[in-house]
């Protein structure tokens, strides 16, 4: 049996903040446990099918140049069986209990949509067995309709029903296969679903096309069983000048319109948050405070790139922000935090694999160590409580229950002096912050 | 009686497009029918009170410069009355309909809460007479509730509910100014609503303030009998670091979940579409999709500079196709075209304001005829209309008209040969928008 | 002999303005006079072989979906002859002057350094043939130092000497074919010149490697008696982080602190332009004054997005201040127009590469037309002579000519009254400029 | 005597990264030796006059706020003498060895230049004696030409020679003033040295303009005697659309295009180099490769804001970056560290200004020791070295040393395999720098 990665024998060890071994966990404790649970519980790490075996470091200048040893078969249906050997190697080595895929990831597209459905239907087969004998588990599952040329302009928003029919039989296996696998979690990200110029578009038919689309998959997924979350990933441009999804509030004000809420949570990517102008933590945020923050897509973009860089998480301080908001609503349920990350075309080794997963997967485990720690200490939400204290009781709580006009806050505001301003204390907060470690 | 504007005797002409007069309208002809109404009533121009008349030329790095004739007066009062003789002399020789202010552009703030209210009525009334005595109307009235300090912390979001049933007490007044003037449109932007750091705000608790408060408001007008629209205005952050109501779509969505989306339109501002990452069609398609374009405060950014310069417009194949939006929708009902744009803090001349007004309404009036000869050839919508033509019959119409599952279509789809990508014709397209003058 | 472009029977015919056929030339005429020489001698159009022949419409999340008619042979050396005939063909239904090339668009990548050479050889041999019996001429050429997986970490900056000389080695030959053509200038992109991260990057010695690369290549076309002009185009960013030819202040530095400066003009592309934070006139300027504007890469970015869209150019108001610049310096010199643009990934047919063109040539012809007027008129001339009179007597003059002194002026200043400030009449130029049509 | 900061009694201590007193340092600790010299020798750390003691809160929307003890009075000149007072406390308590100004920040404008230049003597004489008494010094001094509207169109590149010959005289009295105190450096930063659109712009004039103008500000300080350093602080826009000192590289072309490249070394601003597309370290290194890295501007701006928000630093691994260059250099020779940075408008408590500070001093400090003991271990470099090895010896060697031709690399390349590509182990290294702490 090949062996792919070779530089790990057994599995990634925890040796602690002061190790110098690069092919150690400082800070990834699997068992350890913070505020009650294990952090391999919390975390839920998984590893991208996509990107850690499918990925060629192509970009828009230059052609792929990595040669995995998995991809070396002539045969397309031998690349994937390998591949897949080479995917649960690593997820056993790097100790992560879950994966995420695309159905054109883990199976080749065939000459014809049967042969394409029974090419996925083999690999998917030959995955159940890997998942049995390894214990790794499936976080998700989608569909892959964007890479294809047929796509073009759009799957569920095509203007053309015969591609959007298309696509949604696609679904349909890609759907078949999670729930086959036990995939706890299925995912849409709308890659082609937007436009490329305004002139040619009808925006209105294009999003009631994609409502229409969601329905028949909730629909089926009923019909069949599959109890999984529904997920749709939020991104605001590329590949099209402008997608439907562009954001947090943007999916759930297309999910209340059409009668979706009820049916869906937010995927969130940090690479998506800061292309749309928000940071991770708002978009977090945002969906958190609706009830609808399913899973993390755990990556980060490059501030000064207007593209989706796609690169593996480590700004402690940006992380330990999200996990504050993944701790304070009890934490991912059934989501996770997968690594929709890519090494950079430049790191042609494939042990730059194994690095970019434990520099991303330590990033996550010392941002929750600290973020526990501010919540244990309680200084940060006592701060944060006193600020907003006048609303818990006289107008405050007239304002807060509705009871409250108009005319009687008027009637108060005369009787009262000047409001005085109270600082927002935005730089105490950040020194606070800075002095966790 | 002083003479404000001097340089034009009674009214600008329009002379039409060969005119070297650059105190003429080169295509603005209030009375030429447009698709069967008058460029005046399709049109509808507002000037606003803000920049055109309390604007001093101040930016971040420089005091304010101007010295209009209008702002000598020693007492606040007298000021407040010149300049609303500037302001009717102006609409007046622009020949515009419409007007828009804050209550506190109109009126001085005064020592207390009670005496800015004072001012501000002492102030309608005078306005009042100058409307019936012009025909000159309201376009809408709003409350500033960004520019004293009390309110940096926000309006409605502010922690403080002191500050918060303050603005309540605010809004009041303004909105009953508004009334009494026959405002047609009362409209919100929420300038300081949002946060400056995410570390120090409960977003949750501020966006449940807002809502609270808006349902006052509609709660109010029900009682005075105020039934012009209410808008909101997007903007997506300055002043404050992100503001809740980022685009029309995170607008959307807050009236949606907040049961408020029976009571609100949106007034779209072209610089703010651009600092959200859309473009100006975007927005407004986003809006009048939901049957939510309520009035357009027309200006433009500077798509290189990240803070809003609210430039008067002057792109004609933008204004076009804002235009066409306006034009499909059937007008803009009771809303309008407000120039929230600003003479360059280097043009200090009192007439720069003349030459910035005409050139923002020449650039309307010329794209309001570009438009509808676009619409009258139907060479576009027909394009269009070709484009979404498959799902008129067939698996389109079944999978719009909710008859379709994924198994009928994946059964459909396995008949047929594997679907051919059409050109979407971007470029020919462009082209077509080119050749029209 | 294969037809490539049926639905244009010789050439692209110009019918004016009112032409309601997609397939003419509205304003591009070829042999118009205006301001004493043709529009083909001012314009001096060139077609991009990359973009309009080998492009595939691959974007960084699909694979490539033309189905080109040049691009169908299985053998590669037949597929490059065929395309050389697809361009010809093109070139003369356009009745362009000039295209442009990179080594690999012309002729394959072979197995070795040798193969690759001999290859490029041949195309060059059978294009010589063509440019003879068409007049078609080559306007630059230039390697391709940035697709091969090996300048993945830099051509002339790559870390490796050995890259840095195989990329010297690629240089020669591509002189060589341009010489071979008569090519009348050379230029450099240095598209992965640059780096990902800084973390493993020496700036100082990448940049000393490419001033060497360049002495060597100056040489030598001295020695082989290459007479055209050398041009170094600026990018800042994509593929790398940070391209160290961020904008055209940076490259005359660069080639200023190298010695350089002599021996090179710069290439300007409007979507690097804007990517760079700068508007397309701005570096036109920037280099104009410099006497440094060799040529320009007609193209436009999407100011929404962050990437290089390479779009063809639409703007009318934007190329009009680009051709004021040309039109102003006196024209290109051995410069030319060159489309590096491509149609849309969803412009999926052949005869979408007409309409890109003609547009693209038509609003450079009316760009042009307009710019001459505007020259003619000398109301914007005047303006801003009038604008900067104040240096041309008095202190003015005494400043421009280095006689004045800190103290002299202060001296001078003392007698005088506080200066007042001008307006700049932004507005009222902006209007003159939207009254030329 | 007035106590302003009475929160600190005497000097804010060092208690240790484990201290939970936020009016303590957690790792500035000033006479800790770094490398070789003390903490306080490397830091150098300046506190800005105008954001500290004279900002007020202002932004775009809204107008000041603070209410400053030291700005009570009626009388101008009495506020700036308490001001001193404030300041000089401030100082004091923060332990920091320099301060830098404006000659406006320290002394109010008169009502005629003289009266201006008048009230800076008496200001400076004052400063004077308490730079003795406490030993604090001044850092750099500048002259404010952007606040006053005079310099509306430009300071240096007014388009108006009257305007240019002010601000002549004034940079005269405001380099005395520094000379005066000793000041160890002067500083440029050129706010309205730009344009605010192209139409109404001279580039060229212009920035001959400037040139000249620093040609007599170096010959006059020739003239009295003045040895500190000139610095000339890029900024891309803002006030201006476009400012000529877009960024270092455009900094030192012009520099050496006007023969005074001699004179000048640059201060870095974070975010001015953030709003210029490029990394604070970037910048840091272009000047610092180029010999010119001479102060700093320590502050951060928001990547998600379009304009200059002159936060306090606080992003670790940053900071960390940037003190590598410096130390790399060995040091800031006669540059320091200045906070141009100011505390939120929501943060308006004079005590905010402590937090603000000791954060900005501490994340520094916490910085220097993690890239000292990155210097230290050497890990880092030996990856550098090892990279750019090949070019040490044989080819390498010859295309550094110019003895390689174009021709003689061919020969070479023709003898060898195919070049493999590296790994530049990104990921490897990121994690690497993670790794301290």
């Not at 569909?143 to 029919?165: E, K, M, Q």
């Not at 980060?300 to 996990?323: K, S, V």
Request: charged content about 25%; hydrophobic content about 35%.
């Amino acid at each position: 049996m090949t062996i792919y990665f070779p530089s790990v024998e057994n599995q990634v060890a925890y040796e602690g903040a002061q190790s110098k071994n690069p092919l150690a966990y400082k800070y990834y404790d699997a068992d350890r446990v913070v505020g009650g649970k294990t952090m391999k519980e919390i975390l839920r790490f998984s590893v991208c099918y996509w990107h850690t075996f499918k990925g060629t470091g192509i970009d828009p200048f230059g052609w792929g140049e990595y040669h995995r040893p998995w991809d070396r078969s002539q045969d397309p249906m031998q690349r994937a069986f390998h591949t897949l050997e080479a995917a649960f190697e690593l997820f056993q080595k790097l100790g992560v209990p879950y994966y995420c895929f695309h159905d054109r990831d883990i199976a080749p597209e065939g000459a014809t949509f049967k042969e394409s459905c029974d090419n996925l239907e083999k690999v998917v087969a030959r995955a159940k067995e890997m998942q049995t004998a390894t214990g790794v588990k499936l976080l998700w599952g989608t569909a892959n309709l964007f890479s294809n040329p047929r796509y073009t302009h759009g799957g569920a928003s095509n203007p053309d029903a015969h591609i959007h029919a298309y696509g949604a039989a696609q679904v349909k296996h890609a759907l078949d296969a999670t729930y086959e696998l036990g995939g706890e979690n299925y995912v849409f990200w709308g890659g082609r679903e937007g436009y490329d110029t305004w002139l040619n578009t009808n925006m209105k038919h294009e999003r009631e096309q994609i409502a229409r689309f969601f329905h028949m998959v909730i629909d089926y997924a009923k019909r069949i069983g599959f109890t999984g979350q529904f997920l749709i990933e939020p991104k605001p441009k590329e590949p099209t000048k402008h997608q439907y999804d562009f954001d947090s509030a943007t999916v759930l004000d297309f999910l209340r319109e059409f009668d979706l809420i009820d049916h869906f949570k937010l995927n969130i990517e940090a690479n998506h948050a800061t292309l749309a102008g928000h940071t991770f933590e708002h978009e977090l945020t945002v969906c958190s405070d609706a009830g609808k923050l399913g899973s993390i897509d755990a990556n980060r973009g490059d501030y000064l790139l207007g593209w989706d860089t796609d690169q593996f998480p480590n700004d402690l301080a940006e992380i330990t922000r999200a996990m504050l908001v993944v701790l304070k609503q009890g934490g991912l349920g059934s989501g996770g935090l997968n690594f929709d990350a890519k090494v950079r075309r430049g790191s042609v080794d494939t042990e730059d694999i194994l690095h970019a997963h434990i520099g991303g997967m330590d990033i996550f485990a010392h941002a929750l160590l600290i973020a526990q720690q501010i919540l244990d200490d309680g200084e940060w939400d006592a701060i944060l409580k006193k600020r907003y204290a006048s609303y818990q009781t006289g107008v405050g709580q007239e304002i807060m229950n509705g009871t409250a006009t108009l005319e009687s806050l008027e009637a108060w505001v005369l009787q009262q002096e000047e409001p005085v301003v109270t600082s927002g204390q935005q730089e105490l907060i950040e020194n606070l912050f800075n002095s966790y470690h």
